[in-house]
Protein backbone atom coordinates (compact mmCIF):
# COMPACT_ATOMS: atom_id res chain seq x y z
CA UNK A 1 0.00 0.00 0.00
CA UNK A 2 1.36 3.73 -0.57
CA UNK A 3 2.57 5.10 2.60
CA UNK A 4 2.58 8.56 3.08
CA UNK A 5 6.04 8.79 4.00
CA UNK A 6 7.48 7.86 0.29
CA UNK A 7 6.57 10.95 -0.88
CA UNK A 8 7.98 14.42 0.57
CA UNK A 9 6.50 18.03 0.58
CA UNK A 10 9.13 19.42 -1.56
CA UNK A 11 6.59 18.30 -4.64
CA UNK A 12 4.93 21.74 -4.74
CA UNK A 13 1.08 21.34 -6.35
CA UNK A 14 -1.82 23.35 -6.95
CA UNK A 15 -5.33 22.39 -6.07
CA UNK A 16 -7.46 24.89 -8.15
CA UNK A 17 -11.39 25.91 -7.36
CA UNK A 18 -13.88 28.10 -8.40
CA UNK A 19 -16.14 28.48 -5.34
CA UNK A 20 -15.14 29.60 -2.01
CA UNK A 21 -15.85 28.91 0.84
CA UNK A 22 -14.51 25.54 -0.33
CA UNK A 23 -17.20 22.32 -1.32
CA UNK A 24 -16.27 19.75 1.70
CA UNK A 25 -14.30 17.41 -1.03
CA UNK A 26 -11.97 19.91 -2.09
CA UNK A 27 -11.97 20.36 1.79
CA UNK A 28 -10.89 16.60 2.30
CA UNK A 29 -8.84 16.67 -1.11
CA UNK A 30 -6.57 19.85 -0.10
CA UNK A 31 -5.70 18.19 3.54
CA UNK A 32 -4.91 14.81 1.53
CA UNK A 33 -2.91 16.15 -0.52
CA UNK A 34 -0.88 18.09 2.56
CA UNK A 35 -0.26 15.16 3.98
CA UNK A 36 2.55 14.28 0.78
CA UNK A 37 2.57 17.52 -1.03
CA UNK A 38 3.46 21.77 -1.04
CA UNK A 39 -0.08 22.21 -2.15
CA UNK A 40 -1.26 25.80 -2.77
CA UNK A 41 -4.85 26.32 -3.10
CA UNK A 42 -5.88 28.72 -5.64
CA UNK A 43 -9.67 29.99 -5.51
CA UNK A 44 -11.10 32.35 -7.85
CA UNK A 45 -12.59 34.38 -5.07
CA UNK A 46 -12.95 35.12 -1.40
CA UNK A 47 -16.95 35.93 -2.04
CA UNK A 48 -18.98 32.94 -1.78
CA UNK A 49 -20.25 31.93 -5.19
CA UNK A 50 -23.58 30.04 -5.91
CA UNK A 51 -23.72 26.90 -7.11
CA UNK A 52 -24.64 26.72 -11.04
CA UNK A 53 -26.13 30.04 -10.78
CA UNK A 54 -23.98 32.75 -13.58
CA UNK A 55 -23.87 35.97 -11.56
CA UNK A 56 -21.54 38.61 -11.41
CA UNK A 57 -19.76 37.50 -8.49
CA UNK A 58 -19.19 34.04 -10.37
CA UNK A 59 -18.24 36.09 -13.14
CA UNK A 60 -15.44 37.81 -11.19
CA UNK A 61 -14.09 34.25 -9.77
CA UNK A 62 -13.34 33.29 -13.34
CA UNK A 63 -11.41 36.54 -14.15
CA UNK A 64 -9.73 36.53 -10.45
CA UNK A 65 -8.70 32.88 -10.73
CA UNK A 66 -6.85 33.40 -14.09
CA UNK A 67 -3.78 35.94 -12.94
CA UNK A 68 -3.26 33.16 -10.19
CA UNK A 69 -2.91 30.51 -11.90
CA UNK A 70 -0.32 32.27 -14.47
CA UNK A 71 1.63 32.84 -11.10
CA UNK A 72 1.62 29.57 -9.88
CA UNK A 73 2.09 26.92 -12.91
CA UNK A 74 2.73 23.54 -11.05
CA UNK A 75 0.95 20.40 -11.56
CA UNK A 76 -2.43 20.79 -10.31
CA UNK A 77 -5.90 19.91 -9.77
CA UNK A 78 -8.84 22.10 -10.68
CA UNK A 79 -12.78 21.22 -10.25
CA UNK A 80 -14.94 21.43 -14.22
CA UNK A 81 -15.91 24.64 -13.30
CA UNK A 82 -12.58 25.95 -13.12
CA UNK A 83 -11.57 23.92 -16.19
CA UNK A 84 -11.94 26.85 -18.88
CA UNK A 85 -9.40 29.21 -16.89
CA UNK A 86 -6.50 26.53 -17.04
CA UNK A 87 -6.97 24.83 -20.21
CA UNK A 88 -3.66 26.29 -20.90
CA UNK A 89 -1.76 24.71 -17.65
CA UNK A 90 -2.72 21.11 -19.56
CA UNK A 91 0.94 20.98 -20.54
CA UNK A 92 1.46 21.54 -16.53
CA UNK A 93 0.34 18.14 -16.07
CA UNK A 94 -3.20 19.02 -14.80
CA UNK A 95 -5.88 16.57 -13.15
CA UNK A 96 -9.13 17.82 -13.49
CA UNK A 97 -11.82 16.73 -10.94
CA UNK A 98 -15.44 15.84 -12.45
CA UNK A 99 -17.81 15.70 -9.74
CA UNK A 100 -20.91 16.74 -11.67
CA UNK A 101 -22.66 16.76 -14.80
CA UNK A 102 -22.34 20.33 -15.68
CA UNK A 103 -24.03 21.04 -18.79
CA UNK A 104 -26.89 18.84 -17.65
CA UNK A 105 -27.42 20.55 -14.47
CA UNK A 106 -27.58 23.69 -16.14
CA UNK A 107 -29.46 22.60 -19.05
CA UNK A 108 -32.50 21.36 -16.32
CA UNK A 109 -32.16 24.73 -14.69
CA UNK A 110 -32.89 26.40 -17.61
CA UNK A 111 -29.60 28.28 -18.56
CA UNK A 112 -29.02 27.33 -22.35
CA UNK A 113 -26.76 29.21 -23.00
CA UNK A 114 -24.55 28.22 -20.03
CA UNK A 115 -25.10 24.37 -20.80
CA UNK A 116 -23.63 25.21 -24.23
CA UNK A 117 -20.24 27.00 -22.91
CA UNK A 118 -20.01 24.32 -20.11
CA UNK A 119 -20.56 21.60 -23.11
CA UNK A 120 -17.86 23.07 -24.80
CA UNK A 121 -15.77 23.35 -21.61
CA UNK A 122 -16.24 19.32 -20.90
CA UNK A 123 -14.92 18.51 -24.85
CA UNK A 124 -11.87 19.41 -23.09
CA UNK A 125 -11.24 16.97 -21.07
CA UNK A 126 -10.11 14.74 -23.92
CA UNK A 127 -6.84 16.86 -23.22
CA UNK A 128 -6.20 16.37 -19.63
CA UNK A 129 -3.97 13.74 -18.50
CA UNK A 130 -5.84 12.36 -15.48
CA UNK A 131 -9.34 12.73 -15.07
CA UNK A 132 -10.82 12.30 -10.87
CA UNK A 133 -14.41 10.57 -11.44
CA UNK A 134 -16.51 10.49 -8.08
CA UNK A 135 -18.39 7.30 -9.44
CA UNK A 136 -18.93 4.88 -12.43
CA UNK A 137 -21.42 7.12 -14.34
CA UNK A 138 -19.43 10.15 -14.23
CA UNK A 139 -16.37 7.88 -15.37
CA UNK A 140 -18.35 6.71 -18.37
CA UNK A 141 -19.21 10.16 -18.83
CA UNK A 142 -15.45 11.66 -18.85
CA UNK A 143 -14.34 8.30 -20.97
CA UNK A 144 -17.55 8.87 -23.60
CA UNK A 145 -15.70 12.35 -24.28
CA UNK A 146 -12.46 10.51 -24.47
CA UNK A 147 -10.65 11.06 -21.46
CA UNK A 148 -7.42 9.55 -21.63
CA UNK A 149 -6.86 8.20 -17.84
CA UNK A 150 -9.73 8.61 -15.29
CA UNK A 151 -9.92 7.04 -11.50
CA UNK A 152 -12.64 7.44 -9.52
CA UNK A 153 -12.27 8.57 -5.82
CA UNK A 154 -15.71 8.83 -3.67
CA UNK A 155 -17.17 11.35 -2.53
CA UNK A 156 -17.45 9.70 1.12
CA UNK A 157 -17.45 11.69 4.66
CA UNK A 158 -14.24 11.88 7.21
CA UNK A 159 -14.07 8.82 9.71
CA UNK A 160 -14.34 11.97 12.21
CA UNK A 161 -17.94 12.47 11.02
CA UNK A 162 -19.35 11.21 14.09
CA UNK A 163 -22.35 12.63 16.83
CA UNK A 164 -21.40 14.79 19.70
CA UNK A 165 -24.66 13.95 21.67
CA UNK A 166 -26.37 11.14 21.86
CA UNK A 167 -30.18 10.28 20.76
CA UNK A 168 -31.99 10.93 23.86
CA UNK A 169 -30.33 13.87 24.94
CA UNK A 170 -31.03 15.62 21.41
CA UNK A 171 -34.82 14.92 20.83
CA UNK A 172 -34.86 16.26 24.50
CA UNK A 173 -33.07 19.34 23.32
CA UNK A 174 -35.83 19.70 20.40
CA UNK A 175 -38.58 18.89 22.39
CA UNK A 176 -39.03 16.08 20.94
CA UNK A 177 -40.86 12.65 22.89
CA UNK A 178 -38.09 9.16 22.89
CA UNK A 179 -40.92 7.58 20.64
CA UNK A 180 -41.05 10.18 18.01
CA UNK A 181 -40.05 8.48 15.05
CA UNK A 182 -37.89 11.11 12.75
CA UNK A 183 -37.29 10.79 9.25
CA UNK A 184 -34.59 13.24 7.96
CA UNK A 185 -33.81 14.92 5.00
CA UNK A 186 -30.74 16.98 4.82
CA UNK A 187 -31.44 19.64 2.60
CA UNK A 188 -29.07 21.32 -0.05
CA UNK A 189 -29.36 24.43 -2.15
CA UNK A 190 -32.10 24.43 -4.84
CA UNK A 191 -34.32 22.02 -3.28
CA UNK A 192 -37.01 22.60 -5.72
CA UNK A 193 -35.33 22.69 -8.65
CA UNK A 194 -33.38 19.62 -7.80
CA UNK A 195 -33.92 17.68 -4.32
CA UNK A 196 -37.66 16.90 -4.76
CA UNK A 197 -39.14 19.25 -2.16
CA UNK A 198 -42.55 19.36 -3.57
CA UNK A 199 -42.61 15.54 -3.83
CA UNK A 200 -40.95 15.59 -0.28
CA UNK A 201 -43.61 17.62 1.17
CA UNK A 202 -46.60 15.71 -1.24
CA UNK A 203 -45.27 12.39 0.27
CA UNK A 204 -45.20 13.24 4.03
CA UNK A 205 -48.79 14.52 3.67
CA UNK A 206 -49.57 10.56 2.61
CA UNK A 207 -46.88 9.55 5.69
CA UNK A 208 -48.63 11.50 8.57
CA UNK A 209 -52.09 10.22 7.39
CA UNK A 210 -50.52 6.52 8.45
CA UNK A 211 -48.53 7.98 11.22
CA UNK A 212 -49.18 9.65 14.64
CA UNK A 213 -45.66 9.90 15.74
CA UNK A 214 -43.57 10.63 13.16
CA UNK A 215 -41.59 13.94 12.66
CA UNK A 216 -40.47 15.27 9.41
CA UNK A 217 -36.84 16.98 9.90
CA UNK A 218 -35.44 19.16 7.27
CA UNK A 219 -32.42 20.42 7.46
CA UNK A 220 -30.82 23.92 6.16
CA UNK A 221 -31.99 27.34 5.63
CA UNK A 222 -32.83 26.93 1.40
CA UNK A 223 -36.31 27.33 0.70
CA UNK A 224 -37.87 28.03 4.23
CA UNK A 225 -40.67 30.30 3.14
CA UNK A 226 -41.79 27.97 0.74
CA UNK A 227 -42.03 24.95 3.01
CA UNK A 228 -43.87 26.54 5.33
CA UNK A 229 -46.18 27.91 3.04
CA UNK A 230 -46.74 24.53 1.22
CA UNK A 231 -47.12 22.96 4.59
CA UNK A 232 -49.94 24.98 5.47
CA UNK A 233 -51.05 25.10 2.19
CA UNK A 234 -51.13 20.74 2.40
CA UNK A 235 -52.30 20.87 5.77
CA UNK A 236 -49.08 19.16 7.07
CA UNK A 237 -48.37 19.17 11.20
CA UNK A 238 -44.99 17.19 11.95
CA UNK A 239 -42.52 19.24 10.20
CA UNK A 240 -39.05 20.60 11.81
CA UNK A 241 -36.95 23.14 10.50
CA UNK A 242 -33.62 23.75 11.63
CA UNK A 243 -32.07 26.64 9.73
CA UNK A 244 -28.45 26.32 8.65
CA UNK A 245 -26.55 24.17 11.45
CA UNK A 246 -22.40 23.11 11.56
CA UNK A 247 -22.08 19.93 10.43
CA UNK A 248 -21.89 18.44 14.26
CA UNK A 249 -25.38 18.94 14.78
CA UNK A 250 -25.94 17.46 11.13
CA UNK A 251 -24.24 14.39 12.56
CA UNK A 252 -26.16 14.39 15.57
CA UNK A 253 -29.36 14.49 13.68
CA UNK A 254 -28.58 11.66 11.61
CA UNK A 255 -27.47 9.45 14.36
CA UNK A 256 -31.04 10.44 16.20
CA UNK A 257 -33.27 9.73 12.57
CA UNK A 258 -35.31 6.59 12.34
CA UNK A 259 -35.25 6.77 8.54
CA UNK A 260 -33.35 9.25 5.91
CA UNK A 261 -34.52 10.21 2.96
CA UNK A 262 -32.74 11.23 -0.83
CA UNK A 263 -35.29 12.51 -3.54
CA UNK A 264 -34.62 14.37 -6.54
CA UNK A 265 -36.83 16.57 -8.69
CA UNK A 266 -38.41 13.93 -11.19
CA UNK A 267 -37.66 14.88 -14.22
CA UNK A 268 -34.01 15.55 -13.22
CA UNK A 269 -31.52 12.85 -14.70
CA UNK A 270 -30.63 10.10 -12.51
CA UNK A 271 -28.37 8.79 -14.39
CA UNK A 272 -25.16 10.33 -12.51
CA UNK A 273 -26.19 10.69 -9.24
CA UNK A 274 -25.86 7.27 -6.52
CA UNK A 275 -24.10 7.16 -2.99
CA UNK A 276 -20.40 7.91 -4.03
CA UNK A 277 -21.17 11.46 -5.51
CA UNK A 278 -24.09 12.42 -2.62
CA UNK A 279 -22.70 14.09 0.51
CA UNK A 280 -26.12 13.34 1.96
CA UNK A 281 -26.44 9.69 1.18
CA UNK A 282 -22.82 9.10 2.08
CA UNK A 283 -23.20 10.99 5.69
CA UNK A 284 -26.44 8.78 6.10
CA UNK A 285 -24.80 5.65 5.49
CA UNK A 286 -21.60 6.24 7.82
CA UNK A 287 -24.54 6.02 10.83
CA UNK A 288 -25.91 2.86 9.16
CA UNK A 289 -29.25 4.70 8.49
CA UNK A 290 -32.42 2.71 6.27
CA UNK A 291 -31.95 5.54 3.22
CA UNK A 292 -35.41 5.96 0.83
CA UNK A 293 -34.19 7.50 -2.33
CA UNK A 294 -35.68 8.20 -5.67
CA UNK A 295 -34.66 9.43 -9.19
CA UNK A 296 -30.91 8.69 -8.22
CA UNK A 297 -28.77 5.50 -10.27
CA UNK A 298 -29.52 1.81 -8.24
CA UNK A 299 -27.32 1.40 -5.47
CA UNK A 300 -27.67 -1.54 -2.91
CA UNK A 301 -27.20 1.74 -0.38
CA UNK A 302 -30.62 2.61 0.02
CA UNK A 303 -34.51 1.50 -1.32
CA UNK A 304 -34.77 3.16 -4.61
CA UNK A 305 -38.55 3.82 -5.74
CA UNK A 306 -40.50 5.80 -8.03
CA UNK A 307 -40.63 9.23 -8.24
CA UNK A 308 -43.99 9.22 -6.99
CA UNK A 309 -45.87 10.71 -3.72
CA UNK A 310 -47.28 6.82 -3.13
CA UNK A 311 -44.34 5.13 -3.99
CA UNK A 312 -41.84 7.82 -2.34
CA UNK A 313 -44.22 7.56 1.48
CA UNK A 314 -44.36 3.95 0.92
CA UNK A 315 -40.81 3.63 0.94
CA UNK A 316 -40.41 5.87 4.13
CA UNK A 317 -43.10 3.83 6.15
CA UNK A 318 -41.34 1.02 4.95
CA UNK A 319 -38.40 2.51 6.62
CA UNK A 320 -40.37 2.70 10.04
CA UNK A 321 -41.49 -0.49 9.67
CA UNK A 322 -38.01 -1.79 10.00
CA UNK A 323 -37.68 -3.47 6.41
CA UNK A 324 -35.43 -1.91 4.52
CA UNK A 325 -31.56 -3.08 4.78
CA UNK A 326 -29.26 -0.55 6.48
CA UNK A 327 -26.40 1.14 4.56
CA UNK A 328 -22.88 0.38 5.01
CA UNK A 329 -20.26 3.18 5.96
CA UNK A 330 -17.37 4.07 3.59
CA UNK A 331 -15.16 6.89 4.51
CA UNK A 332 -13.09 9.30 2.69
CA UNK A 333 -9.66 7.67 4.19
CA UNK A 334 -10.75 4.30 2.33
CA UNK A 335 -9.55 5.84 -1.06
CA UNK A 336 -7.04 8.08 0.36
CA UNK A 337 -3.81 6.21 -0.35
CA UNK A 338 -5.23 5.40 -3.88
CA UNK A 339 -6.08 8.79 -4.89
CA UNK A 340 -2.36 10.19 -3.32
CA UNK A 341 -0.62 7.02 -5.03
CA UNK A 342 -2.69 7.83 -8.43
CA UNK A 343 -1.19 11.85 -8.22
CA UNK A 344 2.37 11.42 -7.05
CA UNK A 345 2.50 8.60 -10.15
CA UNK A 346 0.74 11.15 -12.91
CA UNK A 347 2.64 14.29 -11.61
CA UNK A 348 6.07 12.85 -10.65
CA UNK A 349 6.98 9.26 -11.91
Known amino acids: MFQVSNVTKSKAVNLITLKCPLPPRYVKMYNSMQKVFNAKLIT ?196 LLTGRIPMTDVANWINCADVCVAPRTPGFSDLFYNDKDSNKISEYASFRKPIVATSYAPSDQYLLVSPTAESFSEGILKGLDGIIRLSTPHYWEDNEPMLLQSLDKFWFA
Request: proline fraction near 4%; include cysteine; charged fraction near 20%.
Open 44 to 239: GTVVPTTHLKMNLGTAMSYLNLFPKILCNPKPSIADINALVSVRYNIRKKLVVDYRTPFSYELSWLGHGHLASFARSVETYIKEVGLVLAVNEPMAKYCADFGAKQIQIVPNYPLKTFKSTINAEKWKSIYGLTQEEKIVLFSGGVRLRAIYGLDLLLESWRKVEASCSSCTLVILGDDSLDIIRSSSKTLGLRKI
